[in-house]
């Protein structure tokens, strides 16, 4: 299972907002998640957490590009943006996956952006937005409606000339689900692996690990993370999106090496 590793660049992340705004502070970042094991960089300049709005374009891409430049040769990139044009710009800077939280809802023109370039492409499920998503929300079946939901977001990128080789999905733990929800879909991880298309699990540090563990601050949640990821490796994910890599590149290697030792 792959690593991948997250590098914000934002004010106000919901859990290392602000950290590595600076350009430079990001850069290093980046190659430090890249020493520790990341498979792939995930940079972001836009704030998804609960209750955020929608930052302008011209503030995203001066936070990212720059980032994007000073990365693209250490590991492949990924863009976590929910703009057409800053995925453009970003993979005319090196970037070679869009992750695109909205499963291509947010910006008309981004399905055109990804089949021009031929990049890869994350589909995520969301419900609602970022402001709207955790308000109250609700499912009938909450594994059978994120599998239908990223089935067909994945047809209108086919549709529009995305190689379905070239398609990873994502149901969005914590992205307008409740701690129930999140344990359902982790649970279900091989209903996702079942419909044939690379599998992206992003629970680190979610809020659900802190309401598990006695009101653990985000700072505080890296033991609930690595089970997280362990039961998405499990099941079979393909690949786990975090904060801290080096912690987790470690019990996955712990746990390979126990399920192969004697082989």
């Known amino acids: 299972m792959k690593v991948m590793g997250i590098v914000n660049v934002t004010p106000d992340s919901f859990s290392d907002g602000g950290l590595f705004f600076d350009h430079e502070k990001a850069i290093e970042r980046g190659l430090q998640l890249v020493s520790e094991g990341a498979d792939?960089?995930?940079?972001?300049?836009?704030?998804?957490?609960?209750?955020?709005?929608?930052?302008?374009?011209?503030?995203?891409?001066?936070?990212?590009?720059?980032?994007?430049?000073?990365?693209?040769?250490?590991?492949?990139?990924?863009?976590?943006?929910?703009?057409?044009?800053?995925?453009?710009?970003?993979?005319?800077?090196?970037?070679?996956?869009?992750?695109?939280?909205?499963?291509?809802?947010g910006d008309p023109e981004m399905v055109g952006v990804v089949a021009e370039t031929g990049v890869e492409l994350v589909l995520m499920h969301m419900l609602g937005t970022p402001r709207t998503m955790q308000d109250d929300p609700r499912y009938d079946?909450?594994?059978?409606?994120?599998?239908?939901?990223?089935?067909?977001?994945?047809?209108?990128?086919?549709?529009?000339?995305?190689?379905?080789?070239?398609?990873?999905?994502?149901?969005?733990i914590g992205f307008g689900k409740t701690v129930e929800h999140n344990l359902l879909l982790l649970r279900s991880t091989s209903r996702f692996v079942e419909m044939k298309l690379p599998v992206l699990v992003g629970a680190s540090r979610k809020r659900f690990i802190g309401e598990l563990g006695g009101g653990a601050p985000e700072g505080r949640r890296l033991g609930g993370t690595i089970a997280a990821c362990l039961a998405a490796r499990e099941r079979g994910a393909a690949m786990v999106r975090v904060h801290d890599v080096a912690p987790v590149v470690q019990a996955i290697l712990v746990a390979s090496a126990i399920e192969e030792v004697g082989e």
Not at 88 to 99: D, F, L, P, S
Not at 144 to 154: G, I, N, R
């Open 40 to 105: 792939v960089l995930d940079i972001g300049g836009e704030s998804t957490r609960p209750g955020a709005d929608a930052g302008p374009l011209e503030e995203e891409l001066r936070r990212v590009i720059p980032v994007v430049e000073g990365l693209a040769g250490a590991a492949p990139v990924s863009i976590d943006t929910t703009k057409a044009e800053v995925a453009r710009q970003a993979i005319e800077a090196g970037a070679k996956i869009v992750n695109d939280v909205t499963a291509l809802r």
């Open 141 to 172: 079946d909450v594994v059978a409606e994120v599998a239908e939901f990223l089935a067909v977001q994945a047809g209108v990128a086919e549709a529009a000339g995305v190689e379905r080789d070239k398609i990873w999905i994502d149901p969005g």
